[in-house]
């Protein structure tokens, strides 16, 4: 069965920080590029990060530069979301995604063809 596994949400205070994990299971994990997206209440899904099969490339939103970073263990078919200095307005449920191609992750007018998607993980930020 092929998933995609978040885990590591939760409630922090402006400020902090949280890691999010995504586990991938049935699929040849290296063949397919890697990202998050979020949805914040009342908006549309958003892309956040990516990164290719290989590592090789790798894409932020500008709104996350500097306080995120994605990295991927293709050894542990797993992804993870490192958050750090986190705002009010990152609050949203987190989405991670798989698809063959890098650019149907990070281009807006692609990610609704992504391939697949987890069922994703609640981060609220306080104030």
């Known amino acids: 069965q092929v998933q995609l596994v978040e885990s590591g949400g939760g409630l922090v205070q402006a400020g902090g920080s949280l890691r999010l994990s995504c586990a991938a299971s049935?699929?040849?994990?290296?063949?397919?590029?890697m990202g998050w997206f979020r949805q914040a209440p009342g908006k549309e899904r958003e892309f956040v990060a990516a990164?290719?099969?290989?590592?090789?490339?790798?894409s932020l939103a500008d709104s996350v530069k500097g306080r995120f970073t994605m990295s991927r263990n293709n050894a542990r078919n797993t992804v993870d979301l490192w958050m750090n200095s986190l705002k009010p307005e990152d609050t949203a449920v987190y989405y991670c995604?798989?698809?063959?191609?890098?650019?149907?992750?990070?281009?807006?007018?692609?990610?609704?063809?992504?391939?697949?998607w987890g069922q994703g993980t609640v981060v609220t930020v306080s104030s």
């Open positions: 049935g699929l040849y994990f290296s063949e397919y590029a």
């Open positions: 995604a798989a698809d063959r191609l890098f650019t149907t992750l990070t281009r807006p007018e692609r990610s609704s063809n992504v391939e697949l």
């Open positions: 990164v290719s099969g290989s590592g090789g490339r790798s």
